[in-house]
């Protein structure tokens, strides 16, 4: 949570932890209070403090809580599972979502037979539309592509986009 | 920086850095010269220093992974630089909320399919118990008249008193228009439901009833009128799905066969008391009448 007041006697976590002075215009100091160190050190030991300072500077003002709160999310993932990180969880979402549109579709088609078998399909009501995402090819971790265009077509291969 | 000779160029993190590119470099595998695109997201985000930390802190076998991973992140956060990989986590959070929603509704309806089904079939049932019962009345009356009875009553009187199954069975093999292929296809949709609400109980967890119930469907995909002409064959056939339904059918196969067995008793009875009275002609010509009909 940003802390909006900021003092100078009490330095943000970052500083306290860089052992630097944390000034007034300090970049760290809205996001990273003091009271949340860990939150920090773990965004630094990821990714590092200048990158996120550049992260933070590239994003509008009024985004930036939430971008240092996704950077400080995907540091802890990343910790917790040095070879997934977050994109361990992506997977098993991923699966979740192609596990139920499977089963959603096998229902679907019960209903439809159903429907269509007790050949009173003008007293019941028809079957529901579905609800349709999409799926790529399964494998051990899968990297959904969020439905965006690949700004990596051009390159003979594109990694870390849909595999 | 390109070696001289013609040898391979200098990985993408390599020629980033501007230095030699030595064989045993650990970024030279996961960042080949023509993705330098990748190799500036992923150093934006991550930074080399951090990546080879995190390579070395790792078993070689899972480097492959990691650097998948750790590509696959960087170019996320390119992408979409406030929320990144947070973000597509958050959107399959909704669609799987979407989808057990809507799996949440088409249960529902599948369930007032079954229970109209259900009803349907109660509704068959009655109609037949009562047609049975109005044939022994018939019957009954009949003989009490001393009428002769005609060749499809006797074997009908006969059947009664032991199978009441094989009674349907005659009675709906001598009546062609008697629905028994809706019997077979309600048979047949009876296990399809029965399996599914027996071992489905709403969780969606549970792919097996899914599987099962479409097993189940795939024998009975034959078009109808094949399936016309072998009800009157295979009726007999059906009687075993009766026996291996659930409690639920066997409690309505209880009731027929106390129902029947009660109507033979009746008419047992009947009969024994006729007999008593019928005098020794009237029992030479039913005995003939007997013999000469054909039980079917």
Known sequence: MASSSHSSNFPCAACKFLRRKCMPDCVFAPYFPPEEPHKFINVHKIFGASNVSKLINEVAPHQREDAVNSLAYEAEARLKDPVYGCVGAISILQRQVFRLQRELDAIHADLIRYATATCNCNEMPPPMGRTSFHQNSSCNIYYPNPHWNEPYEGNGRSDGGSL | ?296
């Open chain 2, 1 to 296: 920086m390109t070696l001289k000779g013609g040898a391979t160029s200098a990985c993408a993190a390599c020629k980033y850095q501007r230095r030699k590119c030595i064989p045993e470099c650990l970024l030279a595998p996961y960042f080949p010269a023509d993705q330098t695109k990748v190799f500036q997201n992923a150093h934006k985000l991550f930074g080399v220093s951090n990546i080879v930390k995190i390579l070395r802190s790792l078993d070689p076998s899972q480097h492959a992974e990691a650097m998948r991973s750790i590509k696959y992140q960087a170019n996320v956060r390119d992408r979409f630089p406030v929320y990144g990989c947070l973000g597509v986590i958050r959107q399959l959070y909704y669609q799987i909320q979407m989808l057990e929603e809507e799996m949440h509704t088409v249960l529902t309806q599948l369930e007032m399919y079954r229970q109209h089904h259900h009803h349907q079939q109660q509704q068959q049932q009655h109609q037949h118990q009562h047609q049975i019962s109005s044939m022994a009345d018939d019957v009954i009356s009949q003989l009490e008249l001393g009428m002769a009875s005609s060749n499809n009553a006797l074997p009908l009187f006969n059947q009664v008193t032991h199978q009441p199954y094989t009674m349907q069975n005659t009675y709906s093999s001598s009546d062609i228009d008697s629905p028994p292929k809706d019997n077979v296809e309600n048979n047949s949709l009876w296990i399809q439901h029965l399996f599914f609400d027996t071992n489905n109980h709403g969780t969606s967890n549970n792919d097996s009833p899914i599987a099962i119930q479409s097993q189940l469907l795939v024998p009975n995909s034959e078009p109808l009128a094949d399936t016309q002409h072998q009800v009157v064959q295979d009726y007999d056939e059906i009687h075993p799905f009766f026996d291996s339904i659930d409690d639920r059918q066997s409690y309505i196969d209880t009731k027929d066969a106390e129902d029947s067995s009660s109507s033979e008793e009746s008419l047992k009875e009947t009969t024994q008391l006729m007999v008593g009275n019928v005098g020794s002609k009237d029992l030479k010509s039913a005995a003939a009448c007997f013999s000469l009909a054909s039980v079917n």
